[in-house]
């Protein structure tokens, strides 16, 4: 909890009466409410933020890393909505959401369904707006109700934008009108980048397309983070690609985070549950958990606070 000792935690837990939970004889569990209040109480503010995940080639572990940091965002305290763009719908079946009994984004534009009204929630301070096939034709709709592509998805999340501190949007790996008007109404897109050629190459593409996108409506934002995923310290070629990354690309868009490779994923989804639910610990919930907190902006509010007290 941002630096504080265990024994910090424990007198604040006594003293304000915060609800915890033992799940073992010797392990027990701070809910994010919680989680919140201490923190908030220590002098930590949520920003509110609208992030983009997005990166034109497919399986770099795009839908893996929103998904995960967003429920350790939640851990937090940090008040967390997801919205899943990718018409294959992983993203929300890793939470296990009934099948096609819920509202997606292509009945917001098709049927001017309320945004409300697509959101599930799923975990304490946990909630999204999901995915599925349906979405292959938002395209198209799109078109059809001649949407304003720069304004289409900031003006709807305007209308919930306060009841959230981060917003992650999961966008698909492809150029289209979704991706785009994501684009516009983020403050920051975070790029996943594996080890390897292809991949590399879907980077040029992808900050390439940023760049028309904020060139073609004069926006200021979004700016851009890279995050090194899948990363495997055996493999020799891993370290040149991220010599060559490190060459080519300014520090401060690269996020001070390595994502290593981990089967905790995969198990994770063969069990239906979350990798921070395992007992042990593992390279994935490290190297999430530190992603996280980059992103709510703990680890530098630790950096700059004394809070162990």
Same mark, same amino acid.
């Given at each position: 909890?941002?630096?504080?000792?265990?024994?910090?935690?424990?007198?604040?837990?006594?003293?304000?009466?915060?609800?915890?939970?033992?799940?073992?004889?010797?392990?027990?569990?701070?809910?994010?409410?919680?989680?919140?209040?201490?923190?908030?109480?220590?002098?930590?503010?949520?920003?509110?933020?609208?992030?983009?995940?997005?990166?034109?080639?497919?399986?770099?572990?795009?839908?893996?890393?929103?998904?995960?940091?967003?429920?350790?965002?939640?851990?937090?305290?940090?008040?967390? /909505?997801?919205?899943?763009?990718?018409?294959?719908?992983?993203?929300?079946? +890793? #939470?296990? &959401?009934? %099948?096609?009994? !819920?509202? @997606?984004?292509?009945?917001?534009?098709?049927?001017?369904?309320?945004?409300?009204?697509?959101?599930?929630?799923?975990?304490?301070?946990?909630?999204?707006?999901?995915?599925?096939?349906?979405?292959?034709?938002?395209?198209?709709?799109?078109?059809?109700?001649?949407?304003?592509?720069?304004?289409?998805?900031?003006?709807?999340?305007?209308?919930?934008?306060?009841?959230?501190?981060?917003?992650?949007?999961?966008?698909?790996?492809?150029?289209?009108?979704?991706?785009?008007?994501?684009?516009?109404?983020?403050?920051?897109?975070?790029?996943?980048?594996?080890?390897?050629?292809?991949?590399?190459?879907? /980077?040029?593409?992808?900050?390439?397309?940023?760049?028309?996108?904020?060139? +073609? #409506?004069? &926006?200021? %934002?979004?700016? !851009?983070? @890279?995050?090194?995923?899948?990363?495997?310290?055996?493999?020799?070629?891993?370290?040149?690609?991220?010599?060559?990354?490190?060459?080519?690309?300014?520090?401060?868009?690269?996020?001070?985070?390595?994502?290593?490779?981990?089967?905790?994923?995969?198990?994770?989804?063969?069990?239906?549950?979350?990798?921070?639910?395992?007992?042990?610990?593992?390279?994935?919930?490290?190297?999430?958990?530190?992603?996280?907190?980059?992103?709510?902006?703990?680890?530098?509010?630790?950096?700059?606070?004394?809070?162990?007290?």
């Amino acid at each position: 909890l941002g630096g504080l000792s265990p024994q910090a935690i424990y007198k604040m837990l006594k003293a304000k009466e915060l609800e915890s939970i033992m799940i073992s004889p010797r392990k027990k569990v701070i809910p994010p409410e919680s989680v919140r209040t201490i923190l908030i109480d220590k002098g930590f503010k949520y920003q509110k933020q609208i992030l983009a995940f997005d990166m034109i080639k497919g399986g770099v572990g795009k839908t893996t890393l929103s998904s995960t940091v967003a429920a350790r965002a939640s851990h937090y305290g940090c008040k967390t /909505l997801i919205i899943d763009f990718d018409l294959q719908g992983n993203l929300s079946r +890793s #939470f296990e &959401l009934p %099948n096609k009994t !819920y509202k @997606i984004w292509i009945d917001i534009v098709k049927d001017n369904v309320d945004v409300n009204e697509t959101i599930i929630n799923v975990s304490p301070y946990l909630d999204i707006i999901p995915s599925n096939l349906n979405n292959s034709r938002l395209d198209i709709e799109m078109q059809h109700a001649s949407t304003n592509i720069k304004d289409h998805v900031k003006d709807i999340l305007d209308n919930v934008i306060d009841n959230y501190d981060l917003i992650i949007i999961d966008c698909p790996p492809a150029i289209n009108k979704v991706s785009a008007s994501a684009i516009c109404a983020s403050d920051k897109v975070i790029i996943p980048l594996n080890p390897d050629p292809y991949a590399m190459d879907g /980077l040029v593409m992808t900050l390439n397309e940023i760049k028309r996108i904020k060139k +073609s #409506f004069k &926006l200021k %934002n979004p700016d !851009y983070m @890279i995050v090194w995923n899948k990363y495997d310290a055996r493999k020799r070629l891993g370290a040149i690609y991220m010599h060559d990354l490190a060459s080519q690309i300014k520090v401060e868009h690269i996020l001070p985070v390595v994502i290593r490779t981990d089967t905790s994923y995969e198990n994770a989804i063969a069990n239906a549950a979350s990798i921070f639910e395992a007992s042990k610990n593992t390279n994935a919930k490290e190297d999430i958990d530190q992603m996280a907190r980059e992103i709510i902006g703990l680890n530098k509010w630790v950096e700059e606070n004394s809070i162990d007290k």
